[in-house]
Each structure stands twice: as structure tokens, then as C-alpha cells.
């Protein structure tokens, strides 16, 4: 019977660990020590990654990853805090009802059940319903966050979580692509920081811009700050909009800010948002957006601050 196994590049995606992080660990502290496939390339066990993903919530909570290494896995698992129960799947229905939306615990249901076109059929329902102002705000982002916790508290299984992330990416995607185009202002760059794997929370805000009436540029996730820079050069940009997710460690976030906001075009303005930056204090020349319904507002501020640049761009007249 084969035993399961990970490599380093799925291992990146579910712990959020990054593949130099685990290189080093593996070369300072022994741990973790993956097999080695055909091609030579990491194989990391489930047991690795369970205990990766213990590491890392507990290092996004202050914790120093070298006593954590040498910390008996156990132990660990007591460490970790747990939500209470009744935020689980087993408790979804609780949660979803205290939202007055019992819907969501029948989608994480279907999730957990695998159903593929019950889940499609049902999102798909909720859409034409809600249209994508309210899919996203009232489906899309109170339906991943149950789901992120029902993972961290062992509820979802990894490949339970990337199935919702997959349906439910294609689906915002295609209503974003369905949207009519044409000149619109102002031109936002959408993209995450290096060690942000998380998609949703850029689709989400790619819809919200677009709904009102912004010019998004999607540019995926974990760019470079030096390339986010150039690309809002290259795009013209108005601003850059970074997503973050509440895995994201905190600490981390005011001075990777602050560098990227030096490293930006002069004039050109940034925008943070997601679950990450919601406890976050102020920072110097960023603007914090959280919930996503900020959005409307923070755009109608821009145009205000910036009557010639939101009027809409003519094209230049062909000359020979």
C-alpha cells in the first residue's frame, strides 16, 4: 500500500511556509527530513505536514521556530489554541444560523460530502440570487472563512479545502470575466506578497473594484515586491491592491508595507485588504481596507481626490 506524500511545492501551499524556509529547516535543525522520489525531488509525509502546519500557526502567534522544532508534536497540538467546537463542520449549522444564512452550512456540507455538482449547482443558485455584490459579500466571504476554520480545526481535510477554493475561484472568475469592458478609471493592480498563496481574497476584491467601476489588472499571487513595483510602472497603475489572509503573520505586515510603499511609482497609491490587515494599527501612506465593503467608498474618495484622472480615457486619435 503506498503511503501519501507531499512535495515541497504543495507542502508551501498548505502550510504557508515557503520552500527556502523548509530548505533551511531541514539543513539547520534536521526537521523536517523528507524521502526522496524517482526524480530526486522532496517527498514529505502527512504527519511532516501536520506538523508543519501546527509550526506555523503557532509561529504566527509569536512563538520562535527553533524551540517549536524541538518541541514533541504533542506538545504542540497543545500549544495550538482551538476554536470552540461549535465553529467546525459538525457545528456549521450554528454559525450559519446565528448569520440567518443556514445555506452556508449546506455548502460546507457538500463540500464535505464531495459532492462536486451539488455544491456547483448550489453556489451557481446563489449567484443569479444574491447578484456578485452580494454573492461576494454575503456567500463568498463569510463561506471562506467557516471553511478556513473548520481546516485549522482538523474538521476539512487539505484536499476538502482546495476543492471549495477551486470551484468557488472558477465561478468569480467567470462572473468578473462576464462583466462589460470598455475605459474605466482608475487602474488598480491586484496581486499578494511573496509567502500570500491565497487567491480568493484577490478575486473578491477584483470583483468588488470592478463593480465599481475600477480597470483591474490581475497579476495572480506571490510577486515580488521589486516586480509588483515594476509592473505598476509598466501598467500605469493608480494603485496596488495587496490581499492578505488571516495566516499571514502580523508581525510581518507594517514594515513589508512600508517597503513596498518606497518601492512604489510616486503617485501611485496602495491599498491593503482581507482578513490579515483587520487588527492591523495604521500605516504611513496605506490605506487598510477591511471589510470589502470599504471599497465603494475608499474609490469614491479617490475620484474625488483625483477629478481628471477618474474621467474616463479617450483614445488617441489614428494619425499616419
Partial sequence: MNTP???IAAVERDTG?????????ERRYQFPLPDRDANGERCYTVEQVERLRLIKRLMDQGHRPGKLIATPVERLAELAPRRDSRRGVAGATAGAEDAEDAELADLLALIRQHDVSGYQQAIHG???????QG?????????????GEAWEDGQFQVFEEHLYTELTKRLLRQAIGSMPGGSRSPRVLLTSVPDEPHVLGLLMAEAMFALEGAECIPLGTQLPLVDIARAAAAHRADIVALSFSVAFPQRQLPDLLRQLALRLPEGVALWAGGGGVRRLAKVDEVLLLSPLDGIANALSDWRNAHPAAALPVLPAPHTR
Fill in 126 to 132: 446563489r449567484l443569479a440570487r444574491q447578484g456578485l
Fill in 5 to 7: 506524500s507531499f512535495n
Fill in 17 to 25: 511556509l515557503s520552500k527556502d524556509v523548509l530548505r533551511m529547516w
Fill in 135 to 147: 454573492f461576494v459579500l454575503d456567500t463568498v466571504s463569510p463561506l471562506t472563512q467557516l471553511v
